[in-house]
Nanobody
Framework: QVQVSEFGGGLVQAGGSLRLSCAAS???????MAWFRRAPQKARELIGA????????YYADSVKGRFTISRGNTQNEVYLQMDSLEPEDTAVYYC?????????????????WGQGTQVTVSS
């Protein structure tokens, strides 16, 4: 059974940093891993993705220059370093894996997802 788990959410003040981590088990090495977020009353957003060897990345404009995605020591791990956080970054953050294609920015290729971790940025 494939499982995806996120760790590292929490409460932080604006301008601060958080690091999220994600691990996938029960699956072959994903072609890509990604972070999504869903804020209250907003649509789901793909914010960052990385392919299996780290050679290809994608960032949403909303986080470009502030967030950094990276693969872990094992290819089933991915991290999201979030710096210069803003209240608008408050959301539930989800990790997901792509085992069907080698495109990093096609949202429909990512499944399953983890249960999500809450990130709250206070002003």
């Amino acid at each position: 059974q494939v499982q995806v788990s996120e760790f590292g959410g929490g409460l932080v003040q604006a301008g601060g940093s958080l690091r999220l981590s994600c691990a996938a088990s029960g699956t072959k090495v994903p072609y890509a891993m990604a972070w999504f977020r869903r804020a209250p009353q907003k649509a789901r957003e793909l914010i960052g993705a990385i392919n299996y060897n780290g050679g290809q990345t994608y960032y949403a404009d909303s986080v470009k220059g502030r967030f950094t995605i990276s693969r872990g020591n094992t290819q089933n791990e991915v991290y999201l370093q979030m710096d210069s956080l803003e209240p608008e970054d408050t959301a539930v953050y989800y990790c997901a894996i792509n085992t069907v294609s080698d495109y990093v920015d096609i949202e429909e290729d990512y499944h399953p997802w983890g249960q999500g971790t809450q990130v709250t940025v206070s002003s």
